[in-house]
């Protein structure tokens, strides 16, 4: 199963994956990863790691660092991606893989077949900027992942400001 | 306290007056008397996020109107801070929305009550 989180920055988007992700572990008494996307650069990106691994401490997930390709060797778990935004960033930007869409609907999709899968994506489609060309592709890859990917799911979520907006199925 | 929130230019406040029998004296960007508060994302960048958030403690359970923008919904800005004001008033309307009576998003002059 897919569950799709959404949201702008700072919409409590993570926050709202995660109580969905522990409920679906605590459910089924399965196992809880947490998939981290993010490649750190700075201390910036370092302080933006400290605050969500405080957020989920105690909450009892097993940190993957996935900043590449996924791992997909994992059965019988509920797998928290976080998020779908960096991980396509980091396949285009970064490994220069040729298609990256395909290739993270790919992971997900064969993930969420023995797992429950929860993603948490990135809304980035409504500040009305022009960007050069490889931000434009990139956000067109975005919306499209973003769009699969809520066919896939039986649950869609959007974040506002911690207000869970149920665009499909039903909240646990 | 009502918290309306949405896009740039979506018609919050023209939202509020439609349907809060609001007077125009009534509406200002600043916390005063004024019953309601437009353009919260400008006063946290003025102000700053805790003197915001310290204004907005004593507003709950009151029968004020808070209107802010959703600045959130772009790609992440190359200067840290520009990141920064996003995250902040992100802070800033997480807490409100859990504390507001009603929160209400304005889409295209719409408004959906969220909770």
Same mark, same amino acid.
């Given at each position: 199963? %897919?569950?799709?989180?959404?949201?702008?920055?700072?919409?409590?988007?993570?926050?709202?994956?995660?109580?969905?992700?522990?409920?679906?572990?605590?459910?089924?008494?399965?196992?809880?990863?947490?998939?981290?996307?993010?490649?750190?650069?700075?201390?910036?990106?370092?302080?933006?790691?400290?605050?969500?691994?405080?957020?989920?401490?105690?909450?009892?997930?097993?940190?993957?660092?996935?900043?590449?390709?996924?791992?997909?060797?994992?059965?019988?778990?509920?797998?928290?991606?976080?998020?779908?935004?960096?991980?396509?960033?980091?396949?285009?930007?970064?490994?220069?893989?040729?298609?990256?869409?395909?290739?993270?609907?790919?992971? %997900?999709?064969?993930?969420?077949?023995?797992?429950?899968?929860?993603?948490?994506?990135?809304?980035?489609?409504?500040?009305?900027?022009?960007?050069?060309?490889?931000?434009?592709?990139? %956000?067109?890859?975005?919306?499209?992942?973003?769009?699969?990917?809520?066919?896939?799911?039986?649950?869609?979520?959007?974040?506002?400001?911690?207000?869970?907006?149920?665009?499909?199925?039903?909240?646990? | $306290?009502?918290?309306?929130?949405?896009?740039?230019?979506?018609?919050?406040?023209?939202?509020?007056?439609?349907?809060?029998?609001?007077?125009?004296?009534?509406?200002?960007?600043?916390?005063?008397?004024?019953?309601?508060?437009?353009?919260?994302?400008?006063?946290?960048?003025?102000?700053?996020?805790?003197?915001?958030?310290?204004?907005?403690?004593?507003?709950?359970?009151?029968?004020?109107?808070?209107?802010?923008?959703?600045?959130? $919904?772009?790609?992440?800005?190359?200067?840290?801070?520009?990141?920064?004001?996003?995250?902040?008033?992100?802070?800033?309307?997480?807490?409100?929305?859990?504390?507001?009576?009603?929160?209400?998003?304005?889409?295209?002059?719409?408004?959906?009550?969220?909770?």
């Amino acid at each position: 199963m %897919i569950c799709l989180f959404s949201g702008g920055s700072g919409s409590g988007k993570s926050e709202l994956a995660e109580r969905c992700a522990v409920r679906l572990a605590q459910k089924k008494g399965a196992p809880l990863y947490y998939f981290a996307t993010m490649r750190v650069w700075d201390e910036e990106g370092e302080r933006r790691v400290q605050k969500h691994r405080t957020q989920r401490e105690g909450r009892g997930f097993v940190t993957v660092e996935s900043p590449s390709r996924l791992r997909t060797d994992i059965k019988g778990s509920v797998v928290l991606l976080e998020c779908l935004s960096n991980r396509l960033a980091n396949a285009l930007f970064g490994d220069g893989e040729k298609n990256p869409v395909s290739l993270i609907e790919g992971e %997900i999709l064969s993930l969420s077949r023995e797992n429950d899968v929860v993603v948490v994506t990135n809304e980035v489609f409504s500040d009305g900027q022009e960007y050069e060309k490889e931000t434009a592709e990139y %956000i067109r890859m975005l919306g499209r992942l973003n769009c699969l990917l809520a066919q896939a799911a039986q649950l869609v979520v959007e974040s506002v400001y911690g207000i869970p907006v149920v665009h499909k199925g039903e909240l646990l | $306290m009502i918290l309306v929130i949405g896009g740039r230019s979506q018609g919050k406040t023209q939202y509020v007056r439609e349907n809060f029998g609001v007077k125009e004296d009534e509406i200002a960007c600043g916390f005063g008397k004024n019953r309601v508060i437009v353009h919260l994302e400008k006063l946290i960048r003025e102000q700053g996020a805790e003197r915001v958030i310290k204004s907005l403690d004593e507003l709950y359970g009151t029968d004020r109107i808070v209107c802010c923008d959703e600045v959130g $919904m772009g790609i992440v800005p190359a200067d840290a801070g520009d990141r920064a004001y996003r995250d902040e008033v992100g802070r800033v309307l997480c807490r409100a929305a859990q504390k507001a009576e009603r929160v209400i998003r304005v889409f295209a002059g719409i408004g959906q009550n969220i909770k």
